[in-house]
């Protein structure tokens, strides 16, 4: 990424990540706003989905060289964020789905740690819900990292064929 690309992904991750924090996730027993936070939640996932695939369609179709990776470094925190901040309402708003997940930072540690999947085993999922969530949350995970990887493996691929071909002949 160049140097603008890398500070405007970086500024708009800490504002991410920032609105994380700041969003109320009180428990609540008006069953209308649970609804909306749920709709919430299956719209953020959706549009993460789309944001994802259509960031993956425009990475494969332009010039490899041209596009920074930031739209997808912005999307995975995002999605990040968003299972983070699932996690920790279900672990607020129920009792015995999540061991050990008390504060948004627990909740981001372990969706960061799912997402990299690395399982310490000191968070994970007690309940039927909380695991259904982390269902969908692993779902997400394979695909932003399947995008990923694809598109890293194009841009290598691009630049050895380009280094091959501006290599003087001997």
Known sequence: MRPTYAWATARNAALIVGLYYLLPVEETRDGRLALVRLGGFVLGTALLVWGVAREARRQA??????????????????????????DFAVATWTTGQFADLRTKTDALYFAVATLATVGYGDIHAEGQLARGL?????????????????LMSLRIKDRVIRSRHEKPDE
């Open 134 to 150: 982390l269902i969908v949350q692993m779902a997400f995970n394979l695909v932003v990292l399947a995008s990923a990887a694809s």
């Open 61 to 86: 179709e332009a010039d490899r060289g041209t596009l920074p990776l930031s739209g997808l470094i912005l999307l995975t925190i995002s999605g990040v964020t968003l299972f983070a901040l699932a």
